[in-house]
């Protein structure tokens, strides 16, 4: 048994909305404001516009709005996605990687990683990309890359994400020597 099978850590990074989709959003409450208006004054038959554009800006805004949970256990990690409406919340598991399979990890942008992103972008099949992180440029993202195990047996893997010191940590004695580039 080894000394990381008794590890458990579980963290939730919420996904930052992009600009854009907010003015999307506006856009669609000022359509529902117009037909409203419509209504008030040429007849009901505007509300059905209304309503729909109403419930329209819901459901998009439900679907924009996606949290990541991190799972650690023992020396695996599993990313679930949780998006949707919050009375009903859809929830996938988005991806499930090997630790012990930990070529590196560090800081995006960290010369620490070029080695491996050149490895990993000649990769043999192609190697997968998944981005989980918070797309915040205030937070720093770190990026991982790891040997896929089960389906993704023999791909590169290169993972983005956003984990938090605690989980640093556990990733640091899963794989010693392997995660850096970090200041602390």
């Not at 990687?97 to 972008?121: H, N, R, Y």
Request: with cysteine; hydrophobic share 40%.
């Amino acid at each position: 048994m080894a000394v990381y099978d008794e590890f458990r850590y579980t963290q939730s990074v919420t996904r930052k909305i992009p600009g854009h989709i907010r003015v999307i959003q506006w856009l669609l409450y000022f359509c529902v404001m117009i037909f409203t208006i419509l209504g008030a004054l040429q007849g009901p038959i505007w509300l059905f516009p209304a309503l729909g554009t109403l419930f329209g800006s819901w459901y998009y805004m439900g679907a924009a709005r996606v949290t990541y949970q991190y799972q650690l256990e023992g020396a695996r990690l599993t990313v679930e996605r949780t998006s949707g409406l919050k009375s009903k919340p859809r929830t996938v598991t988005f991806g499930e990687f090997d630790l012990t399979k930990l070529i590196v990890m560090g800081p995006e942008g960290s010369a620490l990683l070029e080695k491996a992103e050149a490895d990993s972008a000649a990769a043999v099949p192609r190697r997968i990309t998944y981005d989980v992180s918070a797309h915040d440029p205030d937070d720093i993202c770190s990026v991982m890359y790891l040997t896929g195990v089960g389906e993704q047996s023999g791909r590169a893997l290169k993972v983005f994400f956003q984990p938090s010191p605690e989980l640093r940590d556990y990733i640091r004695r899963i794989a010693p020597g392997r995660v850096g580039g970090y200041e602390e």
